[in-house]
């Protein structure tokens, strides 16, 4: 049975905090080589990712549905990054605990995040699948303006799911001190603390799980297998080669996301207690870590396109730079 709305000795929200329970801060001396590894990590998925959405916005040439996909993919990539790396880096080496009402806003970020990168995910399979399917009415079919509305829409349908895991939250009985073992707040977790019957809580938590991570893993799956079905016809045209190109690109990160989905989900379920908590803690945080770092490389290697506009920019800003500076001792 749910309570009175934050029902706690306070009565307000504010008073509140959730201890987030970081294996990594034992012992005290493994404090900062954690928060090393983090920082890094951070910083390599805030400059790859805003490279590649600077490359992508900066030259015309790529002003395509499909790079189009891929800027709102290291969007969102840096928005998850920021929501959930600097709390681990902080609760590693600082306070372990934050207010209950700032672990709900970064559960809402948090969700929000997951929704749009799944439907994301969704959209550049439904891509690709036109691309090969249908080359020749691929430019009427896919503009940018049809991608940019549905981007518009996967975001506001996310937004209203996020406000009811919000609201199911907020609804809660949480009468004992708070604390959840993972590096990110999310409904589940703080459905779990709270007291009382949440059974129904519960229910509402996994069929939003299944409805943003197990259909979109599906609908992926099967659009991709079409675009097996058509790679194997004979006399496929070199434009449908380079679709199919892309299409391993993005099948590639498509398989970071949900591996690291499925690791984080199956690693939430009650495991004997010889499982180290530090193997359970350190699996949630490669969901966090693998796919904002991993993406915009996997991009970078595998889009021709994108490797050439990058260097064009900024590689060759670099040498241009070392030219003058060369001509300058020589004067």
Do not use: K
């Not at 690693?267 to 908590?277: D, M, Y």
């Amino acid at each position: 049975m749910t309570g009175p709305p934050l029902n706690a000795p306070e009565g307000n929200a504010s008073h509140l905090t959730v201890e987030l329970r970081n294996p990594f801060r034992e012992p005290p001396t493994a404090r900062w080589l954690a928060f090393s590894l983090f920082l890094a990590v951070y910083v390599a998925a805030l400059a790859c990712n805003s490279l590649l959405c600077l490359a992508i916005c900066a030259h015309r040439r790529l002003h395509r549905p499909m790079y189009l996909l891929v800027c709102a993919m290291s969007s969102v990539d840096l928005v998850a990054a920021t929501n959930s790396l600097p709390t681990l880096m902080r609760s590693t080496v600082g306070a372990a605990s934050i207010a209950l009402d700032e672990c709900v806003a970064q559960m809402f970020v948090a969700h929000a995040v997951l929704r749009m990168q799944t439907s994301a995910l969704c959209l550049m399979s439904l891509d690709r699948c036109v691309a090969i399917g249908h080359p020749l009415r691929y430019g009427a079919l896919v503009t940018n303006g049809r991608v940019a509305a549905a981007l518009a829409a996967a975001a506001a349908l996310a937004a209203l799911c996020c406000l009811a895991n919000v609201a199911l939250v907020l609804r809660l009985d949480f009468c004992r001190p708070l604390a959840i073992p993972v590096p990110v707040c999310n409904s589940l977790a703080l459905v779990h603390a709270a007291c009382g019957d949440v059974a129904a809580e519960v229910a509402f938590g996994y069929s939003m799980l299944a409805l943003y991570v197990v259909a979109p893993a599906a609908l992926v799956s099967l659009a991709y297998a079409r675009v097996l079905l058509e790679f194997r016809r004979p006399g496929l045209r070199a434009t449908q080669r380079r679709a199919v190109h892309a299409c391993v690109t993005q099948l590639m990160v498509a398989g970071v996301y949900f591996v690291s989905i499925l690791v984080s989900f199956v690693n939430s379920f009650p495991f004997p207690e010889s499982r180290a908590a530090e193997t359970r803690f350190a699996f949630h945080v490669l969901h966090y870590m693998l796919p904002c770092t991993l993406n915009p490389v996997i991009y970078g290697l595998r889009m021709g396109e994108i490797r050439r506009v990058a260097f064009q920019r900024f590689g060759g800003r670099v040498a241009q730079q070392q030219q003058q500076q060369h001509q300058e001792q020589l004067e």
